[in-house]
DNA sequence: AAGCGCCTCAACCGCTTCGGT
DNA sequence: GACCGAAGCGGTTGAGGCGCT
């Protein structure tokens, strides 16, 4: 028996001997009453949380540490934000797990009050769930670029329209289109402080082109490595093509992307900068502040007619491929 | 109204990582 | 450096709610 799968053994050996301990002194399992809350929270309100079978025990809560721990952090602390899932929480979402995958807690960071729990049950079951319906993998490129071609950019959009909804209301104009430009948004506006010239939006990976259209140029960013800048092009080709000019989508300008690309290779691998860090919160604040969080379907991008379309695309492509 | 299927999310499970000794 | 317990993390499960027939 190699030294792993000794280790293994006596995990396990180690583990049979907690349950049945558990099962010795009557550990409560599944759903927490409200008197076990109570007690969890007056206690930690006292004490601080941490050392958390301690915590238990001296509580007087028959539950395990770990257990204590998930209820405090994913439902009991006074900071946890309930309710749904903002726009803007979402398009951080999909670009966060665009950079790093399902790494759900250091996702949860940059989304005050969430959980890293409540990011992955979204996931699973609004984005996988689109996945499924789009009959392709969640992993798979086609899906991904899927989400940093069209579904990004329509987020961004409808946190603009939003946005330039709020504001003209505010001022008492008429507010009913759903196609915003750039000229006045002021989400698009908003100076970022990074030491360069970049807006906070184009620096979070959206910009416009002068026709108003949102275009997914930096998009790309931080996704793909720029050693897979063909595939990248290639990919475009195949959605941007397809894009349909009455959904106020076009296709990314490559040579712009390429820029982007060389100007800031540094956020294609790694862990962020402080001021990429930064920026996040900035833009989370910023739009936070400015627009109306409200519920809505998938990303808000996942209307029907989205999703046709989505299906159209899919459809061409493979008649494409199969030619 | 009842039955059924689907969806959501709180909670659990098992493994890995961290930190103290 | 090895060991061990605690904490953290990501995957999975299942109860309950909801909508549809």
Redesign the pocket.
Known sequence: MDDKARS?K???N??DYENNVEDEIDL?????TVEEDFHLISYITTHGE?????LARCAGLK?????C???WL??LRPDVRRG?ITLEEQLLILELHSRWG?????IAQYLPGRT???I???W???VQ?HAKQLRCDVNSQQFKDTMRYLWMPRLVERIQAASASTSTTTTGSAATSSCVTTSSDQFLMTPYDDGGNNNKMEHYGLMSNPNGYITPEISSLAVSPASDFTDYQSEVGKIGNNYNPDHNLVGPQVSASQNYLDNNSGLLNGDLTATQEQCYVDLFENVSGMIPSYSDSFWNIGSDEDLWLLQQQQQQQQQVLNN
């Not at 409560?28 to 927490?32: K, S, T, V, Y």
């Not at 941490?50 to 301690?54: A, E, I």
């Not at 539950?63 to 257990?67: A, I, L, P, V």
């Open positions: 293994l006596i995990n396990k180690m583990e409560r399992r599944g759903p927490w941490g050392r958390w079978n301690s539950r395990t540490g770990k257990s721990r998930l209820r994913n439902y749904n399902n790494r759900w807690s250091k890293d729990n409540e992955k049950n979204y699973r079951t609004r769930k």
